[in-house]
């Protein structure tokens, strides 16, 4: 049986970053389900998901109802397509971003892990 306290000092040099990670998860975690814009931008790409669930384009001209903003389609796309099942809400929309967000951890660990020097 291998002893412990080399264990320890890597323990100790991880201790700040899970610190960290905790931190985002308690933060991320409050957001999640708080029912009003936590930024100026989710209210407008939850009506960019609406027009598009209801078959109107995001891509048109400016007019006094609707200002496109100028962003790929697939955000407003993917939370027009589950909020069909879901609702269209602000929960989905931040429990999308936020697989998102887990899914380019992910991928980067996987790079960096499968990278040779």
Do not use: C, N
Not at 79 to 102: D, H, K, P, Q
């Amino acid at each position: 049986m291998k002893p412990w306290w080399p264990r320890l000092g890597w323990l100790l040099l991880a201790a700040p970053g899970l610190y960290q990670v905790a931190l985002l998860v308690i933060a991320v975690g409050g957001r999640l389900l708080y029912p009003y814009d936590l930024e100026w931008m989710e209210g407008g790409m939850l009506h960019h998901a609406l027009r598009i669930q209801t078959g109107h384009g995001i891509y048109t001209p400016p007019s006094v109802d609707f200002i496109p903003y100028l962003y790929t389609p697939l955000y407003p796309a993917l939370l027009a397509v589950l909020g069909e099942i879901f609702g269209i809400t602000y929960a989905l929309g931040r429990s999308i971003s936020m697989l998102s967000l887990i899914g380019i951890a992910l991928t980067a660990m996987t790079a960096i892990a499968g990278s040779r020097y």
